[in-house]
C-alpha cells in the first residue's frame, strides 16, 4: 500500500508556518525604513507596520515656503516610504513562504 497522506503533518507545518510570519511581521514592524523626495529635502522615517514614524524638512524650504511645493514633496516623502516599508516587509516573509504563492493581507 502506498504512503497515505499525512494531515496531521501539513496541519503541523501550517501551524509552524503561521508562527514564523507572526514572529516576522512583529520583527518588521520594529524595522523602519527611510523615504525622501526633493532630493532629501523631505524625508519620512516608516516602520515596517507603514506607520510614519517622523518626518524632516529641511530649514531651507521653510526660509521662503511655498506652501504648494513643501506639500507636494511631504506626499510624495511618505509614498516613498510607503513604498520602501512594503518592499521590505515582502520581502521578508517571501523569504518565509518560499515563492508558495501565498498573499499577505496589506501587502499588495
Request: proline share 3%.
Amino acid at each position: 500500500m502506498g504512503k497515505g497522506f499525512d494531515l496531521g503533518g501539513l496541519f503541523k507545518q501550517a501551524q509552524q508556518l503561521q508562527e514564523r510570519l507572526a514572529a516576522t511581521q512583529q520583527a518588521m514592524a520594529e524595522r523602519t525604513v527611510d523615504g525622501s523626495a526633493g532630493g532629501g529635502m523631505v524625508t519620512v522615517r516608516v516602520s515596517g507596520k507603514l506607520e510614519v514614524l517622523t518626518v524632516t524638512i529641511d530649514p531651507t524650504l521653510l526660509a521662503t515656503p511655498d506652501r504648494d511645493m513643501l506639500q507636494d514633496l511631504v506626499v510624495a516623502a511618505v509614498n516613498d516610504g510607503i513604498r520602501r516599508a512594503q518592499a521590505m516587509v515582502a520581502e521578508e516573509m517571501g523569504k518565509l513562504t518560499g515563492g508558495l504563492g501565498i498573499k499577505l493581507p496589506g501587502m499588495g
